[in-house]
């Protein structure tokens, strides 16, 4: 099975029904899975809970409404899949700090874009980065068929605005589903070594579609546009100022501090718009990876027996976490020099009643039968794991993310799902900082049948 394929067809089937009554089960034929391996494929591929992306998607389509539209709360809330204003209202509180009442007359900007799979890319060397500009992503675009109109002016001011005007009117003219085409736009033929006055500066606008040769445009011919590695900001503002902000802050801040350098493909500028309105701006700059040495390896693990705690709900891992604390205070046999703690939790949304963490301890000395009503016993490991050292982030989502992707895109590996993934607190052996090796139980796709 090839699980991205799988979770992007889930994702494009809650989108072709985000206004509508989705049943997760649905869902998971549509992937060919089981509802608990959508849960763990979704989390991991994407970074969210299956319910926490409708959730979002749903609130980001509404936050439109609000801003752009002239529609009531009320309708808002049932165009989106709410059934109640007041469940909407809850909802858009939980997500975006405020009620909806509040964000319609505010300057603040929500938005939670819709997840491609195929240009979703995370590096684990870059978390620090990400925490400290969370609005910049890096992905994958691959190259782009597209229809082409380049707009000429003798100033530079407004150019991009005037551009995006004269498209928007060809494709209203035209037979294009509006929802179905993403607009890009960048600055070409400009040479500043040349007499600014005597000039005409150029402005390129793209429409990307599915069939650009069905659907093509007079006076827009076809071309294919470049991809790769792109670093992606989004700016709430269309003005001039917040446009030049952000891309200095991508180049100037943000790439200095990367993995990263930049790439020799083109920059790009996509234009979202909401009922024909220019609403915001994704800048995209070209980037490529520097050389980094492989940090994923495949280990054959040894079993060894483990003492837990387990807890379900909102907050389980911290409950765990305190219920296993309390354990080991009252325990004198506990080979402290040697035990090494782990934890592990499944993929769902920690607001479920079902979602469960657990924090154990690994090589203490008495392996009685140690199993009360808050401490139990069980054997992890053993047999073939992809592994990965790095320092300790929170309940490691972003890497556990890279690992997933990692095993799909390579092909050579599945996932293991008779055994539990685990992740195992260390103090790192290069410094005295905590460290912590994370395990997936994986299968070689050659001996999955043999």
């Not at 609403?279 to 003492?307: C, N």
Request: some cysteine.
């Amino acid at each position: 099975m090839n699980y991205l394929v799988s979770v992007q067809a889930a994702i494009d089937f809650l989108e072709e029904n985000i206004e509508e009554k989705i049943e997760l089960e649905d869902v998971a034929k549509i992937a060919s899975m089981s509802l608990p391996h959508l849960y763990r494929m979704f989390y991991s591929l994407t970074g969210y809970p299956v319910k926490d992306y409708m959730r979002k998607r749903r609130i980001s389509i509404a936050s439109d409404h609000l801003k752009y539209s002239n529609r009531t709360i009320l309708d808002i809330a049932i165009h989106v899949g709410f059934e109640s204003q007041a469940s909407f209202t809850k909802t858009f509180k939980k997500v975006v700090g405020i009620t909806p009442k509040v964000y319609k007359d505010s300057g603040m900007f929500f938005c939670f874009d819709r997840i491609d799979l195929y240009e979703k890319i995370n590096y684990l060397e870059g978390r620090e980065l990400f925490d400290r500009y969370p609005d910049i992503k890096v992905i994958q675009v691959k190259d782009m068929v597209v229809l082409s109109y380049i707009h000429r002016a003798d100033r530079l001011d407004g150019i991009e605005k005037e551009a995006l005007t004269v498209v928007q009117y060809l494709v209203q003219a035209s037979d294009l589903n509006e929802k179905k085409i993403r607009i890009f736009g960048r600055n070409i033929g400009y040479d500043e070594a040349l007499d600014k006055k005597s000039q005409l500066y150029e402005y390129e606008v793209m429409i990307s579609i599915e069939d650009p040769i069905v659907y093509s445009i007079a006076g827009m011919p076809i071309k294919t546009i470049q991809g790769g590695m792109f670093a992606v900001g989004v700016t709430p503002s269309t003005s001039d100022a917040s446009i030049l902000s952000l891309w200095n802050q991508m180049y100037s801040e943000w790439l200095p501090k990367s993995s990263f350098k930049e790439g020799k493909h083109t920059y790009l500028e996509e234009y979202i718009t909401f009922n024909e309105k220019l609403v915001r701006m994704k800048l995209y700059l070209p980037i490529d990876r520097q050389i980094r040495p492989e940090l994923i390896t495949v280990e054959e693990t040894e079993s060894f027996r483990v003492s837990y705690s387990r807890s379900y709900g909102h907050g389980c891992l911290v409950k765990a976490d305190k219920t296993l604390s309390e354990w080991l205070r009252s325990t004198p046999s506990i080979d402290y020099f040697n035990a090494k703690l782990y934890l592990s939790y499944n993929y769902d949304s920690e607001n479920d009643l079902e979602h469960w963490g657990e924090y154990g301890i690994t090589n203490y000395l008495n392996h009685e039968d140690m199993n009360t009503q808050s401490i139990n016993q069980k054997v992890l490991g053993g047999g073939l794991f992809a592994v990965i050292e790095t320092r300790a982030y929170g309940t490691l989502t972003g890497i556990l993310e890279i690992m997933h992707r990692w095993i799909v895109s390579g092909e050579k590996y599945i996932l293991d799902d008779s055994k539990q993934w685990f992740a195992q607190y260390q103090v790192s052996s290069t410094n005295n900082n905590m460290s912590v090796r994370i395990y997936i139980p994986i299968i070689e796709r050659g001996k999955l049948y043999g």
